[in-house]
């Protein structure tokens, strides 16, 4: 049972995607938000945030792995890769797309998961993958969700889970709505386990995936001015008929009405996460 | 009555029976025999139009104008309702009803989206779109029926969780997932049947149960056609084909396994015999929850958790094939 991503990686055709990262082109990087124009070197030695105005570029699994690992982890289950058996066919087939996006990001799907330390706390973190179709949550999505939440088990870990993501895969149809169920279930094994989950939501998190999984964190915390709803903002303005105020269904804003335990800046999300750990982690003294 | 295009051969045989009537009326002549015929052409008719439908034309059946909803059938399979109301937090939500209700003298919790019956009561209804109050509500529901070890029923039937600005305020996202979450764990028997829409979140949101079943004229799936049709063709005018490629019908999701099961319209659809459709609805309840009554509440809700965990594919490459991964 092979897939075309697993028969591109023997052919050499895919570059790591260390290579292919979607680190800006060129020496120099221009903030989208205030403009402002700083080289490739002192972005990425920022966590990828304006070092003028503390905007948060989108990043992806490997990201956000290097920024929060102590250096070495191991990727899990990146042996299961989508599959396109609806035979699925818009403007173009699912086969192109999974295709097309796996050449691009050299990654099989859009969920990555690693095992690793975060200072010293060995913990597992999966990670969307926004430049994978989107972030879409397909079946490859929920399984290794499904699977993240019963390594943690095995190996008593805590579990971190990055979302950013446009929602669910139209591609998949039903198969990818019925990945809310499936994630929200398997949580439910997680919660009874007494280990805790922690939901960071990052720029974009929309649809199915915030309606699901990404909501249901011990805590749900996000980066800042992060896009997080259940409707996409373009939706809701042609069904309300009138502009939407400003600020509306970013972190600050769910802050603000009660959906964020709180927002947490990139550079200081690593401490943060440690000492959030500690709290479910550390066993009580005894008496 | 009212017909969609492809039930136009009908309209015209109830014409003519209708006509018929009032001609013997009138002249007191005996057309028994042509009513009759007529009759049994309108049953021919049935048959052909309705054993052959496209995935797009099973869409228009989920949303005839003359199709039951929620409150008939709740009126018609149980007896002594009791609407309950409120999520105790922020309002009542009218898209969503529900309330205790006995079936067949077993006393049960029923409840689901609820469209309305005319101009007036649709937006009452806000076209049975949910806002979180909704789906808050329906777990306050059901949280009832589980400390008093009621069975519950809820009917899903749903264009969408509403788009709204409100909505999004009072985290619509979150009163589904939470819905989502603590469905699966509920200790009492929980049946869902889709009776017209299932789209997306909204319907989901109270579709999780140990039996998950489609009527046979509805749909369930991720999208509607129409925005399907508009996201990924880019246009409004590919509904049909976004219907044919998302496979939503009750057929294909039985076939899928991602519902457990269809269950039979009488010929001509739901909305050609509502009583017929409740009867068959109250039949197969009734010998569910004794099954479902066999297992314990333990036994029950791992059986859940295992039904959804089988749901999706992709291909597994085998460990020793795949190249180092370690960073
Ligand atoms: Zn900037």
Redesign the interface.
Known sequence: ???TW?RR??KGILTSTHEKKEAPDGLWHKCPECKTTTTVKELHDNMYVCLKCNYHNRINAEEY?EILFDG????LF??????D??G????KSYASRIEDAQDNTGLPDAISV?VGHVKGREMLIACMNFNFIGGSM???V??KI?RSVDYCIEYHLPMLLIAKSGG?R?????????????T??????LARAGLPYISLMTDPTT??V???????GDINIAEPNAL????GPR??KE??KRE?PAG??RSEFLLE???LDFIVDRKNLKHKLAMVTDWFMKQPKAV | MQFLDFEKPLEDLYAQISKLKEMSAKNQVDVTKSISELELSIDETKARIYTHLTPWQRVQLSRHPDRPYTLYYIEKVFSNFTELYGDRQVKDDKAIVGGMAELDGMPVMVLGHQKGVNTKMRQMRNFGMANPEGYRKALRLMKIAEKFNRPIITFIDTPG?????E????????A???N??EM??LKVPVICIVIGEGA??GA??I??GDKVMMLENTW????SPES?SS????SWS?KEK?AE????TSED?NQ?G?VDGVIPEPLGGAHANPEAMAAIIKEFLISTIQDLYKFDAETRITQ??EK??K?????????E???E???
């Not at chain 1, 070495?72 to 990727?75: G, I």
């Not at chain 1, 139209?170 to 499936?182: G, I, T, V």
């Not at chain 2, 749901?311 to 460990?319: L, P």
């Open positions: 049972m092979s897939s697993f990686i023997k792995f070495e982890y191991k990727l990146d042996n299961i890769v989508p599959k058996m609806l699925f066919v818009d403007i690693g397909g079946s490859v929920g399984e499904c669910a139209m591609m998949e149809s039903a198969f990818s709505l019925m990945q809310m169920a499936k929200s279930a398997r949580l439910t094994l649809g199915g915030t309606a699901s999984y990404a909501m249901l997080i709803g259940f409707a939706v809701i069904t309300i939407l509306f269904q009405h009660g959906f | 969780a509403y788009p709204g600005l909505a999004e305020e009072r985290g619509q996202a979150e589904i997932a939470r989502l979450f699966v764990n997306s979140g989901l949101g579709g999780i369930y799936t991720v999208i399907c996201i990924l063709w880019r590919f976004a490629q998302l496979r939503l999701m899928f991602l859940r958790i959804f965990s749901m999706g594919f992709y291909d597994e490459i085998e460990e094939e795949k190249t991964q370690s960073a």
